[in-house]
């Protein structure tokens, strides 16, 4: 016989790792524990600040450890012992799978327990679905996985972007009726206030963890090539390394890059805020996203962004208007973008007005909440 819980309903949240869920969807967990709902959170964590940071929130933890490389079922056994034994325990009213091992190893832990609502965040198809030649094999499991994982009609799928939400579609590893469309986890208009652009010699920065599909490695090189130009500008990289991920920069190639073309590698920011307010540009020359929080940040403060023109980023930014879209893995012409914007005083003011526009007309964090909660209030009935 099942456990009758008797208390309030229960959500568990399903993550990577803790951090993710504080930085892209604690709003969406305060609002649904102010709703009532009482939450949990599943993940592994990289610093025991994080559980501090949940328990804070009033959020109930449970440690779960995860590989956050590829997928291999036999080696991720224990991480679904873990959660199978996480989700058996709480027998949660509705599951909420967040980035692609919870995805896909929740939904099945979740179906085999008798757990019927569920719903899946896809925040972006990431590294595999990103590159070439060995990706494609990689991309090809994770299709078959995802299909597996998504088949029963009644599990939910929110997309950040229309491209990703078309891709799963076109390879039916889900049906129409399964996806929501709620783009990004939004931002803060008050945590991040529009401010005129600094004084002195000009600021770019790529704000993302310092990963190779992020386009570091071609920012750098475009920093290069403009000092050899003579462009008198810094170029900062902030975020932090992230090793597990088999795109991860290693500490001696960062080192190396800063030597080798001048940018400066500021680490883990946690005043992102002020950091945007500090610059001048905002450049993201990334090779896919769900839909990039950085991004709508650098539009909430008001900053002109260079970035690329693929899924994600392109919901963002509309060439001429709020910034410039370059080809992806193209240095030069990233180069060539950044070199426009920063000779360009006048056109750095009218973008930035218009970023702001944008975040204040679509990337509010109050309609993500709203559009996420009314989607929990639907599946719970």
């Known amino acids: 016989m099942k456990h009758i819980h008797a208390g309030p309903p229960r959500l568990l949240f399903n993550v990577n790792v803790a951090w993710f869920l504080i930085s892209h969807r604690l709003p969406i967990a305060r609002a649904a524990r102010n709703s009532g709902l009482e939450v949990h959170v599943a993940a592994d964590i990289d610093s025991d600040d994080e559980i501090r940071v949940l328990q804070e929130e009033g959020l109930i933890f449970h440690r779960v450890h995860l590989s956050r490389g590829g997928l291999n079922p036999y080696g991720d056994l224990g991480y679904m012992a873990q959660l199978r034994a996480v989700m058996k325990r709480l027998q949660p009213h509705l599951v909420h799978n967040v980035t692609v091992k919870p995805i896909v190893y929740g939904s099945v832990v979740a179906r085999s327990l008798g757990l019927t609502r569920i719903v899946n965040s896809v925040s972006g198809l990431g590294y595999s679905f990103s590159g070439e030649g060995s990706r494609h094999v990689l991309a090809h499991v994770a299709r078959i996985a995802y299909r597996l994982a998504l088949r029963r009609r009644d599990i939910r799928v929110i997309f950040q972007n229309l491209d990703d939400m078309e891709t799963f579609s076109a390879a039916r590893i889900i049906r129409p009726e399964q996806a929501a469309l709620i783009r990004g986890s939004g931002v803060d208009l008050e945590a991040f206030p529009c401010a005129p652009e600094p004084t002195g010699v000009p600021r770019v920065v790529l704000p993302a963890r310092m990963l190779r599909d992020k386009g570091v490695v071609e920012f750098a090189e475009a920093a290069g090539l403009l000092r050899a130009r003579g462009c008198n500008a810094q170029f900062l990289l902030a975020g932090m390394k ?105 056109l750095r003011f009218r973008m930035g007005a218009e970023a702001r526009r944008r975040a204040e007309a679509e990337f509010d964090v109050k309609g993500v909440v709203r559009a996420t909660l009314n989607l929990y209030r639907e599946i719970l009935g």
């Open 242 to 346: 992230d090793e597990a991920n088999p795109a991860g920069l290693s500490q001696q190639e960062l080192i190396d890059l800063q030597r080798s073309t001048g940018v400066e590698w500021l680490g883990h920011v946690s005043d992102m805020s002020s950091l945007y307010r500090s610059v001048h540009v905002v450049c993201l020359p990334s090779y896919r996203e769900g839909l990039p929080k950085a991004l709508i940040e650098a539009c909430a403060v008001g900053r002109p962004i260079v970035t690329t023109d693929v899924p994600g980023c392109r919901e963002v930014v509309t060439e001429g208007v709020n910034g410039l879209l370059v080809r992806p893995r193209d240095a030069a012409a990233l180069a060539q973008a950044l070199g426009r914007v920063l000779a360009d005083p006048a």
